[in-house]
């Protein structure tokens, strides 16, 4: 397979099934980041500081982001990669291939620790490359990739405050 084919496909799934994540469960994955995650996490969709401190709108400031710095598969993939650790730990050698058989039965206790969505992320990562994955994504309904979902909304474009923006950049210009 083409590696850009292959890239299209995964941004495409993650469109998918962040379209179907609630403003709820995104914003329980980005506060239950590791420390050593949450600032590349954070650089990767364009949060301020002080982001992860206000929940109202955090869900909203990534999906934001995602769109807007076209980062929705480094989103995905830092989202589950606590949940992709618990796999590789737990799998050993098996996880550089891991079977339909072997994702099933950690499923459970990966659902259990990490959340439903974080399992869906990290199948959505591994879903063209490695066949149980794909089986996932084909048979289990739980990880079938959503075919109507929206993709996320573009961040709208405020053109007042573009033209303001544009016009204090002109009286800084001629000082």
């Known amino acids: 397979m083409n590696l850009a084919r292959d890239q299209i496909i995964v941004e495409r799934r993650y469109v998918a099934v962040?379209?179907?994540?609630?403003?709820?469960?995104?914003?329980?994955?980005?506060?239950?980041?590791p420390e050593n995650l949450r600032d590349t996490f954070a650089r990767a969709v364009g949060l301020r500081r002080g982001s992860?401190?206000?929940?109202?709108?955090?869900?909203?400031?990534?999906?934001?982001?995602?769109?807007?710095?076209?980062?929705?598969?480094?989103?995905?993939v830092l989202l589950s990669e606590p949940c992709t650790?618990?796999?590789?730990?737990?799998?050993?050698?098996?996880?550089?291939?891991?079977?339909?058989?072997d994702l099933q039965s950690l499923i459970p206790t990966a659902i259990e620790k990490f959340g439903l969505d974080a399992v869906r992320l990290m199948a959505v990562q591994y879903s063209v490359a490695l066949g149980g994955f794909r089986r996932l994504v084909n048979?289990?309904?739980?990880?079938?990739?959503?075919?109507?979902?929206?993709?996320?909304?573009?961040?709208?474009?405020?053109?007042?405050?573009?033209?303001?923006?544009?016009?204090?950049?002109k009286?800084?210009?001629?000082r």
Do not use: C, W, Y
């Open 18 to 33: 962040f379209g179907t994540v609630s403003d709820e469960s995104l914003n329980r994955l980005a506060t239950a980041l």
């Open 52 to 76: 992860f401190d206000d929940p109202a709108t955090l869900a909203a400031n990534i999906r934001a982001g995602m769109v807007a710095r076209k980062s929705i598969i480094d989103a995905g």
């Open 85 to 101: 650790e618990f796999f590789v730990d737990t799998l050993g050698e098996a996880s550089d291939d891991p079977s339909f058989d």
């Open 139 to 169: 048979e289990d309904e739980r990880f079938k990739i959503p075919s109507t979902a929206a993709a996320p909304a573009a961040p709208v474009r405020d053109d007042a405050a573009q033209e303001a923006k544009r016009a204090a950049r």
């Open 171 to 174: 009286a800084r210009r001629k």
